[in-house]
């Protein structure tokens, strides 16, 4: 039987001077922790600063889930300062969001769930590929095989369908099947086979965390063609809520406690002693104890936390005697393009299935150049017809509306589906990369909120567009039109790592490499922040891996 | 409970009792709408669809930005002033007199946001007020999405 969060009166009942762990932040970073410390029969609590979504209150509901704020913060409450080329814009006032998915399970829920390992020379950067000038590129305090049985753990209990395919770039590893057969594939896959082939690029079969089959707690994919930005109505994707907590709930030894905003971590002899957080249901401030503290808030936050927690020891932030917490942040380099498929590239019945994932993947420039290179990641727009349909008054510069609009409307949803084709590369760490304290500008609780200062190093735009033209020539010979997008020095504000890296030497990282500060005894940061470098892939998937390696250490600590 | 204060001295400010039919060049917003989204023979526009009612339920919304809110008014105001005898046009005076209004900067912005909006009430999730009987989604044979929304904005706002 499962033990759903308690409310918010039942909390107050809640007796337990001292647990085991407490983690801040439910999603990716969190979720393994929580799995393994409380089936491991530990005392857990999550703190979320979102609302407890069960899976029947999701719904494909585009206004609600990509068009309004509802599942992250109000940006007039809580916001972010950015500071891009000196100047300083409050989010507040620009269409910038670096919050992602504020509810139990982050932003886990809204993933599309592209589940690439980082192949083995992405732990080595530095030695591998050598320094670039103005980048701090330094090699991981652990290599692939360090990390590798926790892909595979990964792959079991989060679920993740694939099959394996022998190519240059795709790391090795110790099971060659995937516990999942592969979802369903969109007809059109085959042709982007065939075009690849002709032109001598492998496409590979992208490993999703989606379920293929039923299991006990959670049912298969449905393909409802609307996955990335929802939260998943049957269950099948691998979100830290579906995978884990509900799972680790079970055990009776976990605890969540949803809309709780963590103020600040306080810190006695060299320890973290308590949190305060306020319990947003009871609008009381509440503090809680534990042997050790998880911090999983996603990298802006997880820094700026730590800056926030000053004390006498810390006078610059919690971990902070180093100087080093917030430096480095990473998003994700590269861009996207868009291309128009129609009855000309193949048969329009075929091109107009719905639902069905393409699921392909070009990994054959990982390396170009003698450098590190990146992939490019294939799919069909998913349904919102919103977006479709604004997408589609323009045109010649000038507005349509009326008849006209209609008419394009409708050969817009029955003749034509986008293609997209996502570019991935590493966003370098550099020193104009990084979160502070903006402590002129406060949240609603007072807080000073993060400076992210934003700017991509050059050789990130430079890889980008050498990308790019190699996903021209394949977008030319698949006959793709009106295409559209660009290679962008901008972030991705959902590709968030970095800002408090690991390492062996205190003095240029935050972390151990067990991911326990180096100045903090029971302080351990599990989302992105630990990387030290990205790797040119989405994070999830190594974010929930080496999570899992971290619960190994605790459980062998506590 | 701020932005409501807000809104309500934007709307006063604009002169008008309340958020509803009574608003000043609300008639020119509706009329505007009803002529980029006309209803015809095959297509089922803004006056089918529930337009009005859809952006007086979502505008009332905290997720609804004011600045949005004040800036639709604001440009049926300016429509309404440059040309005030728009409502007894005839379509094809319309159309005449909003492609003129489109030439200006802000008159295209203004017009692309009722696109936008005229596009939520049209394909958006019926539960807001818009998109009556699906005809929107069954305008262009768009499959409505399973599960489709049981409360408005999510859980949290629902």
């Known amino acids: 039987m499962v033990t759903l969060p308690p409310n918010p009166w039942q909390r107050l009942l809640l007796a337990k001077p001292v647990v085991d762990v407490c983690i801040i932040g439910s999603g990716a970073g969190g979720g393994p922790i929580a799995y393994e410390l409380s089936r491991a029969g530990k005392k857990v609590v999550v703190l979320e600063k979102g609302e407890y979504y069960k899976r029947s209150d999701f719904s494909k509901d585009e206004i609600a889930y990509t068009k309004?704020?509802?599942?992250?913060?109000?940006?007039?409450?809580?916001?972010?300062?950015?500071?891009?080329?000196?100047?300083?814009?409050?989010?507040?006032?620009?269409?910038?969001?670096?919050?992602?998915?504020?509810?139990?399970?982050?932003?886990?829920?809204?993933?599309?769930?592209?589940?690439?390992?980082?192949?083995?020379?992405?732990?080595?950067?530095?030695?591998?590929?050598?320094?670039?000038?103005?980048?701090?590129?330094?090699?991981?305090a652990i290599d692939y095989s360090d990390l590798a049985p926790y892909y595979d753990t990964v792959e079991r209990i989060v679920g993740v369908s694939g099959v394996y395919q022998n190519a240059p770039f795709e790391p090795p590893r110790q099971h060659p099947h995937f516990p999942y057969p592969p979802t369903q594939e969109?007809?059109?896959?085959?042709?982007?086979?065939?075009?690849?082939?002709?032109?001598?690029?492998?496409?590979?079969?992208?490993?999703?965390?989606?379920?293929?089959?039923?299991?006990?707690?959670?049912?298969?994919?449905?393909?409802?063609?609307?996955?990335?930005?929802?939260?998943?109505?049957?269950?099948a994707k691998g979100s830290a809520l579906e995978a884990l907590l509900n799972p680790a709930l079970q055990t009776g030894n976990l605890t969540i406690i949803p809309n709780a905003h963590v103020l600040k971590l306080h810190e006695q002899k060299g320890k973290v002693a308590y949190v305060s957080y306020i319990d947003k249901d009871l609008n009381l401030k509440r503090t809680l104890k534990a042997k050790v503290f998880v911090v999983a808030a996603q990298a802006i936050e997880s820094a700026r936390l730590l800056l926030n927690s000053t004390s006498s020891n810390f006078p610059n932030g919690l971990a902070n005697n180093s100087g080093q917490v917030g430096k480095n942040l990473l998003f994700s380099g590269g861009?996207?393009?868009?291309g128009t498929l129609t009855q000309k590239q193949c048969d329009l019945k075929q091109l107009m299935v719905e639902g069905l994932f393409v699921n392909r993947v070009i990994k054959d420039f990982y390396a170009i150049d003698n450098q590190k290179g990146g992939i490019m990641e294939l799919h069909l727009e998913h349904a919102n017809p919103i977006r479709k349909a604004y997408k589609s008054i323009w045109h010649d510069n000038k507005l349509l509306w009326g008849e006209a609009l209609y008419d394009r409307l409708y050969r817009r949803f029955?003749?034509?589906?986008?293609?997209?084709?996502?570019?991935?590369?590493?966003?370098?760490?550099?020193?104009?990369?990084?979160?502070?304290?903006?402590?002129?500008?406060?949240?609603c609780y007072g807080m000073p909120v993060a400076k992210v200062a934003i700017a991509s190093h050059p050789h990130n735009e430079k890889i980008g567009n050498r990308l790019a033209l190699e996903a021209m020539k394949f977008f030319k010979a698949l006959g793709v039109t009106q295409i559209e997008g660009a290679i962008t020095p901008n972030p991705p504000s959902n590709l968030q790592a970095g800002g408090c890296r690991f390492g062996n030497d205190p003095k240029s990282s935050v972390l151990n490499k067990e991911c326990k500060s180096h100045e903090v005894d029971n302080l351990y940061i599990t989302d992105g922040s630990f990387m030290p470098t990205g790797g040119s892939l989405p994070y999830t998937f190594s974010i929930y891996a080496n999570s899992f390696r971290v619960a190994q250490h605790l459980k062998a600590i506590l | 409970m701020k932005r409501r204060v807000f809104l309500l001295a934007t709307l006063v400010l604009l002169g008008v009792k309340s958020f509803g039919s009574g608003l000043p060049n609300h008639r020119v917003l509706v009329a505007t709408l009803e002529h980029l989204f006309p209803t015809t023979s095959r297509f089922a526009g803004?006056?089918?669809?529930?337009?009005?009612?859809?952006?007086?339920?979502?505008?009332?919304?905290?997720?609804?930005?004011?600045?949005?809110?004040?800036?639709?008014?604001?440009?049926a105001k300016r429509l309404a002033d440059e040309y005030p005898l728009f409502l007894i046009y005839a379509p094809p005076?319309?159309?005449?007199?909003?492609?003129?209004?489109?030439?200006?900067?802000?008159?295209?912005?203004?017009?692309?946001?009722?696109?936008?909006?005229?596009?939520?009430?049209?394909?958006?999730?019926?539960?807001?007020?818009?998109?009556?009987?699906?005809?929107?989604?069954?305008?262009?044979?768009?499959?409505?999405?399973?599960?489709?929304?049981?409360?408005?904005?999510?859980?949290?706002?629902?």
């Open chain 1, 68 to 140: 309004r704020s509802i599942i992250t913060p109000s940006r007039s409450k809580e916001f972010h300062t950015i500071l891009q080329e000196g100047q300083e814009y409050p989010t507040t006032h620009t269409h910038w969001n670096f919050w992602n998915g504020n509810i139990v399970g982050g932003s886990s829920n809204f993933m599309s769930g592209f589940f690439h390992r980082l192949h083995p020379d992405d732990f080595r950067l530095y030695s591998k590929f050598g320094a670039i000038e103005g980048a701090n590129i330094v090699d991981w």
């Open chain 2, 46 to 75: 803004a006056k089918a669809l529930g337009f009005w009612g859809y952006l007086q339920f979502v505008m009332r919304h905290p997720s609804f930005s004011s600045e949005d809110v004040h800036f639709v008014f604001e440009g």
């Open chain 2, 93 to 158: 005076q319309k159309e005449m007199v909003l492609r003129r209004f489109e030439e200006t900067l802000e008159g295209q912005e203004w017009l692309s946001r009722l696109l936008y909006y005229g596009l939520e009430a049209m394909l958006g999730d019926p539960i807001y007020g818009g998109n009556t009987k699906m005809q929107g989604w069954r305008n262009f044979g768009h499959t409505p999405p399973k599960p489709m929304a049981k409360t408005p904005f999510g859980k949290a706002c629902g």
């Open chain 1, 335 to 338: 861009g996207t393009l868009e």
């Open chain 1, 186 to 235: 969109h007809p059109i896959a085959h042709l982007i086979d065939s075009v690849a082939h002709t032109i001598g690029i492998q496409t590979l079969v992208t490993p999703r965390a989606i379920l293929t089959h039923d299991t006990p707690m959670r049912n298969k994919c449905y393909y409802s063609n609307y996955c990335g930005s929802y939260g998943c109505s049957s269950g």
């Open chain 1, 414 to 443: 029955n003749d034509e589906k986008r293609l997209t084709l996502e570019i991935f590369n590493d966003w370098l760490p550099h020193d104009g990369c990084y979160v502070t304290l903006d402590t002129k500008r406060h949240d």
